[in-house]
């Protein structure tokens, strides 16, 4: 009997684990940087998002996630804001392999951690005085598939000497 709870024990370290561990914002910015002039203009915002993710690992299968925006809104090409959040997190994930790992990092988390990072700007926007900003949700499956192929292309192109 309690060698099949040692082998039963053996096989639950084999299996997959992955538990959020904490959510946390790392740094978070918002300027507005033509205030109050701007507020005096018609309104026809132009908004641009650039996101980033990046990983560490902490200890063995401990991790930090940090995913990065930031929205940069014109108005009739000024700057009427600009908010930079890094949204991240702290996640216990075992027993995959180097693949499913690196994917886990790359979309996974980071699908985790959007919704937080988007109702942080929002808020941010709305005590700027300014209309809320409605984010689309991203999918960072097909981002993470699309660096993926990225990176094999670049790896195929034979390099120049210049």
């Keep these: ?16 684990q992955f538990a959020l561990q904490r959510i946390y914002v790392k740094d978070l910015s918002f ?7 701007i507020f005096t ?21 401990v991790f930090e996630v940090v995913l990065s925006l930031t929205v940069t809104v014109t108005n009739n090409e000024e700057t009427a804001f ?9 996640f216990l994930i075992r027993g995959l392999d180097d693949a499913s790992l690196h994917q886990t990092l790359g979309a996974f988390c980071p699908n985790i951690l959007f919704p937080y990072a988007r109702e942080c700007i929002d808020s941010l926007v709305l005590r700027g005085s300014f209309p809320p900003i409605m984010l689309a949700p991203v999918n960072f499956d097909a981002l993470y ?10 790896q195929q192109q034979p390099e120049t000497i210049q």
Excluded at 31 to 37: C, D, G, T
Excluded at 145 to 154: D, V
Aim: proline share 6%.
């Design 1 to 16: 009997m309690a060698e099949n709870q040692q082998n039963q024990a053996a096989g639950e370290e084999n299996q997959p």
């Design 31 to 37: 300027e507005s940087p033509k205030a109050p002039e």
């Design 41 to 61: 203009k018609e309104w026809q915002p132009q908004v641009n998002l650039d996101l980033n993710t990046q990983n560490t690992q902490l200890e063995d299968g």
């Design 82 to 90: 600009v908010v930079e959040v890094q949204q991240s997190g702290v």
């Design 145 to 154: 598939a699309q660096a993926l192929q990225q990176r094999e292309q670049e």
